[in-house]
């Protein structure tokens, strides 16, 4: 595989208007590219967020381990116009990185119909994803599924062809896959490609129609919470928690389980990697806002796809200035790709 890679979260705005990362340390930032380039065995990361300045900044000391960098913006709850204002900001940004070290590619955005207004029927993200879930809300919808890839890919393709008016490098786009996207508006085809209990028997047979555009494919996220059943619920395994409490809380009893995190990442890195993607990207490093607790119902980090177990309020004792400890599925990663 090309590619080994992991997500990084700068802070991007979620479904429940909460920012995923409020602390943005860059004395931090730099230690944790060190340890996603050094001891994670990592040959490229892809750097998420809101703020470009903040993807910059994280981007620099990760170029200057050596990764490849997949300059991310992720912005959330826009229209169409706002958001091909943002991705041209990006752009520019990223052009800027990508003088210095050739090394960049500029991914489009993520699974924007979902996460963006104007695209899937729904003002907020819950009632999209409602939506999605649901063919017959889909079907009482005033456009029909043809209009809505059309409309979607049109958007593509205006947006694509502003930011190569600012940005000279290799650019993709994190899909989801129930988008049908035109792929040869970019240079590399990019999924986020899940296995939950729906697909496991077809998971790598969903992928291969991705290798028909004759590009590079790379699944920009695959990934797994850290609980038992976790493996059956893919993307949706974060889905526990209760932001309406006070302390959030999980909304189940569930049974804190790392082992399952780590059979899930080694099951699909073999599927990946037998399937010759060129590369891939763990979901995530660090999941900032799913903290650790003693007590199971507030254990968050059950619901947290990170490799390492997020602290609150404390420091952790393998890297004794960071506020986190790693998880076994941070050995495992680093052990996949260390042999890879």
Not at 321 to 329: D, I, L, R, Y
């Amino acid at each position: 595989m090309h590619r080994k890679g992991i997500n990084y979260d700068t802070g991007i705005i979620t479904f429940d208007n909460r920012m995923s990362r409020e602390s943005f340390e860059p004395g931090q930032v730099r230690r944790e590219m060190e340890i996603i380039a050094r001891d994670l065995h990592c040959t490229a990361v892809r750097i998420s967020g809101r703020d470009p300045y903040r993807i910059a900044l994280a981007a620099e000391y990760a170029l200057g381990e050596g990764l490849e960098v997949w300059f991310a913006p992720f912005p959330c709850n826009l229209n169409a116009d706002e958001l091909v204002l943002s991705f041209v900001e990006s752009a520019q940004v990223a052009e800027t990185l990508r003088r210095q070290f050739p090394h960049v590619v500029f991914v489009l955005g993520c699974e924007m119909s979902l996460f963006n207004t104007g695209f899937i029927p729904g003002a907020q993200y819950l009632e999209r994803l409602q939506t999605l879930m649901n063919p017959a809300l889909l079907a009482n919808a005033s456009v029909s599924p043809e209009e809505l890839e059309q409309r979607f890919n049109a958007f593509l393709a205006r947006a694509v062809a502003e930011v190569r008016d600012h940005f000279l490098g290799p650019v993709t786009y994190a899909s989801g896959t129930w988008e049908n996207v035109n792929w040869s508006l970019f240079d590399m085809v990019g999924v986020d490609h899940y296995q939950d209990a729906s697909n496991q028997s077809v998971y790598r047979e969903q992928l291969r129609p991705y290798f028909l555009h004759q590009q590079p494919v790379v699944v920009t996220e695959f990934g797994c919470c850290t609980y038992r059943g976790a493996q059956d619920r893919g993307a949706m395994g974060w889905a526990i928690v209760d932001r309406n409490a006070h302390p959030p809380r999980l909304t189940e009893q569930v049974t804190r389980d790392e082992q399952v995190q780590v059979d899930y990442l080694r099951d699909v890195l073999k599927s990946l990697d037998e399937e010759g993607v060129d590369g891939s990207f763990w979901f995530t490093f660090a999941s900032y806002g799913y903290p650790f607790h003693p007590d199971p119902i507030y254990d968050l980090d059950c619901a947290s796809f990170g490799v390492v177990k997020v602290l609150d309020g404390r420091t952790g004792e393998t890297y004794p200035v960071m506020p986190w400890e790693p998880k076994p599925s941070f050995y495992a990663l680093a052990e996949s790709y260390a042999s890879s």
